[in-house]
């Protein structure tokens, strides 16, 4: 099978909690950052049930025919900063846009990706636009249709996950994702040899894996500002047991390029690998460690916590009796220690009742990509600001390194 990158976009349908929202019940309304600037370089993001999920961040995005006034607006793509590249489903995409497929430089056809996520596979082609969000713009480009309609997908793609073109929103649980991690394009070196890359080369129908050169890729679109292209900052308020009906929080672009996204020397900063990844341990154990606002709760095992009851969800929902507190550390790249900690709730006290969007504190007793991994999703992002700065070259072994920091 070819081999696919780990990139992580995990949100959860609230039909598979028993039906239910969550929450207390209340219909609390939205709630919002105190104070959260709306400058150029910042939009607003919220969280809500639009398509029935819990936890899922969303920001609106335009999209312009490359070089014209051409536009589109498209609302609730999910905020992801466990992955790169923004990735449209067809079906949100109006055709007066009149967007052509890329073709690859190796042989002159289209020019196709898969990416596997947590919840399936995404396929289908390249394309170019001018992206449009706040006041910043990202001038030609390279975003994914995801598209199963105009070619097959290729065997080795199918079999790495459900088809999320297929599924539609339902998959992605929007219109699309923007992926805003630390990397600068999506697979970076490892998609320059055919038997690692995500890409192909598509004659008709016939599509065959092809290595890519970077400036052909997917790119984070930050990267791609004409200024505050160094980092994103996420900011949310804290969010109640029973959690709230929805939340507005800020996202911010670029780091220490405006007064509104200085990094205070309070930050707790950690030197990442490429993708984002610090070293954790967990219940004694190493394994990695992402934070993930793609993921609507926490993921980790822990044979020791108890389950929530089948008869509440298929899912492998945490259900403590009382409220527990996880505690892991974490070790940059740098070698900064970093120990975090999160309350983790009953799932079914949290989620059985009400039609609430964002809730603290749930988690799932499994492993995304295998058990070992300590996953901070959504839930953690709540009442904090998390900057993910961007690594600063394509050359990988130079440039400033890529981070997070985390401000409660």
Known sequence: MKKL?????????????????????????????????????????????????????????????????????IDHVLVD????????????????????????????????????FGSGVAWGPISTVDLKIAGETASSLPIQIVDDSFASVPADCANAGPDMAARGASSFG??????????????????QFAAASLYYDCAGSNCTGI?????????NPVTKFATDNNGVTLSFPAVGEGGQASVSG????????QGNNMLPATAQ??????????????????MPGIVDSGSGAYFFVDPSISQCPSSFSNQPWFCPPAPETISASMQSESGVTLGISFSLVNAVSELGNGENAAHAGIGQNMGVFG????DLGMPYFYGKSITLGIQGSDDLSAGTPPYFAIQS
Not at 88 to 110: F, H, W
Not at 250 to 257: K, L
Not at 269 to 286: H, I, K, N, R, S
């Open 371 to 374: 058990a070992g991994e300590l």
């Open 211 to 219: 290595a890519v050169p970077l400036a052909e890729q997917v790119p």
């Open 174 to 191: 929007g219109n699309g994702l923007i992926g805003l991690n630390v990397i600068r394009h999506d697979c970076e070196t490892s998609c």
């Open 269 to 286: 900063q950690m030197t990442t690998t490429v993708f984002g990844e610090v070293a954790t341990t967990f219940d004694g154990l190493p």
């Open 81 to 116: 900063t466990g992955s790169a590249g923004l990735r449209i489903l067809r079906s949100a995409v109006p055709a007066s846009l009149g967007l052509v497929n890329n073709k690859d430089s190796a042989q002159g056809n289209t020019m196709a990706e898969c990416v596997e």
């Open 250 to 257: 800020v996202m911010t672009f670029g780091v220490n390029t």
């Open 5 to 73: 990158l780990a990139i992580l976009a995990f949100v959860l349908a609230l039909a598979g909690c028993g039906g239910g929202g969550g929450g207390d019940g209340a219909g609390r309304a939205a709630n919002q950052v105190p104070g959260a600037s709306q400058a150029a370089n910042a939009v607003t993001v919220t969280v809500d049930r639009t398509f029935g999920f819990v936890n899922a961040p969303y920001v609106t995005v335009t999209l312009c025919a490359p070089g014209t006034g051409n536009c589109a607006t």
